[in-house]
Structures are given as C-alpha cells and as structure tokens.
C-alpha cells in the first residue's frame, strides 16, 4: 500500500525534472553562494551551552494542512537565530508543504547560523541547488533512497561543503544507511509514516544503536524542555521543532520562551567523537 511518502517522491522526480530544465546545472553554479564556505551544522549543534534547537520555517504539511501560512520567513527565522536557535531548518517543498527556495535564499541573508535544506531529496541536481541558495546542510532520507543513493547524494554534498544529515524511521533504515564516508549527522523522526503518530520512544530506543561519530538528532514530536533533557540524556544534541513553532503567530517568541527553559536544564554530559 503506497504511502504519502511515496506520493511526494513520485511528484518530486517530476518536478525536478522541470526545474533542470529551467536552470540548468551551469546556471546553478553561477550562483553566489555556490562558491562560498558553508557554516558545519555539526558544530553549532555541539557548542557548549547552546540549546541544540534546528528551528524549522514550515508552513503547512500533507497531514495538517496550513500550519502558518502567512509567517514572514525573515522576521521568523531572524527571530528564532536571536533566541538562540542552534540552526535553522527551511522547508522548499511546494507542493506539500508551502515552501520555495526563495525562503532558504531569504533566510540566508538574515541569518548567520548553520541552515539545513529540507526537502525529499532525490536526484543530485537538487545537491548543487541547495547550494546554489544559500544551504549549508541537506537531508537525506533512508526511507526513499538506496544505500548506494545515499552514498552517492552524500558524497557529492560533502565534496561541495555541504554536511548531510540523514533521517531514519527504525533500527533497519539506521543498520543499512549509515555510512560515515557520506553522512554527519543522523536524525530520527519520531513520526511513524504509515499513521503519523508521534512517539519519543522511536528516537530513545535507537539512541544506543547510532555509532558514536555520528551527531544524534531528534525530529518531530518535540514541545517541551523536559522532552530535550529526557533526548539529551539518551546522547542527542540536535532537536528538529517545526509545528511546535509554527503554530503560534509568533513562532519565534514560542522558541525563545523553549531557550529559556533549556537553559534551566541540567547540564548532561555527552561524548561525541
């Protein structure tokens, strides 16, 4: 039975193919941004005393339809960089999600932190766009792709400065897709693709399994403070909140008033390699 995940990447392949024939690869690389240093992700998520937040600008979802359909990607993302978000996440998917890559390229030029494209990445054209506007990180997702797609995507985004993190759903996505010649960060979502259920236990139960050179991220599913010190504890320093921001007029009030409260945690100590 298929499911919406697959809808999305069928229309992707598509919609790609459009758009190479638009903007051409050469014309891609002419962008400024194409040639410049991009910020480590890994790093901001590792700094210490940081909130470890991936703020994410996300309009709508196939789920939920519009979240926030009128938020000022400037204001909201500047906003969220002010609050002390480690990193920001920017949805470009528009036909199921709302979002376009005019708002990375937006958001890079009001911000000065790390900037993770999320998009259902396919095809290694959509690699030399992110960096073409402005991204310092894409997402890979294990559920779509191959390992060898992974390996290939990943390589090219790396040789590019582009870190990779990669999206896991269960213990057999994680077992064949990590790959540390490819990857640098590995989130898992929490949300389950079949009925969209949310659970924390997705991300606590795979904690150990994730290989200790990999930054652990958590997505989806994640409100309150007392949730990130439970995530912490289990060894993740990346925490990916989308809708718990968005749903408020001023997503970036939402994730300075969640700073605070990380800040009043318990300080964990994690190793990382």
């Known amino acids: 039975m298929s499911t919406i995940l697959d809808t999305i990447v069928a229309h992707k392949r598509q919609e790609v193919a459009s758009r190479r024939e638009l ?18 992700l890994r790093k901001y998520l590792l700094r210490e005393g940081g909130s470890g937040l991936i703020a994410e ?3 709508k979802s196939p789920s939920k339809g519009w979240i926030n359909q009128y938020a000022p990607v400037e204001r909201t993302t500047l906003g969220y960089m002010q609050a002390g978000a480690a990193a920001l996440s920017i949805l470009t ?11 990375l390229t937006t958001a890079r030029r009001f911000n000065f ?38 390996d290939t995507l990943g390589r090219l985004a790396r040789s590019l400065g582009l870190e990779v993190l990669l999206e896991v759903h269960n213990g057999e996505e994680l077992a064949r897709s990590a790959n540390a010649d490819a990857v640098n960060l590995i989130g898992v979502n ?11 236990d997705t991300s606590l139960a795979l904690a150990e ?19 990130i010190g439970q995530l912490r ?14 749903r408020h007029a001023r997503p970036e009030r939402a994730c300075a008033a969640l700073v605070q409260e990380i800040a009043a945690l318990p300080k964990t100590e994690t190793a990382v390699a």
């Open 57 to 59: 600008f996300k309009r």
């Open 93 to 103: 998917d528009a036909e199921f999600f709302g979002g376009k890559n005019e708002d």
């Open 23 to 40: 903007v051409p690869t050469k014309l891609l690389e002419t962008s400024l941004y194409f040639n410049s240093q991009p910020l480590s």
């Open 113 to 150: 932190c790390p900037i993770l494209r999320k998009d259902f990445v396919v095809d290694e054209y959509q690699i030399l766009e992110a960096k073409s506007i402005g991204a310092d990180a894409v997402l890979l997702i294990a559920a779509v792709l191959t390992p060898q797609e992974i």
């Open 190 to 200: 929490n949300r389950n693709l079949h009925d969209f259920s949310l659970s924390l």
């Open 233 to 246: 504890e289990a060894g993740y320093r990346g925490f990916l909140l989308g809708e718990a921001f968005m």
């Open 209 to 227: 399994a994730i290989p200790s050179e990999f930054v652990k991220v958590s997505e989806s599913g994640i409100s309150t403070a007392s949730a």
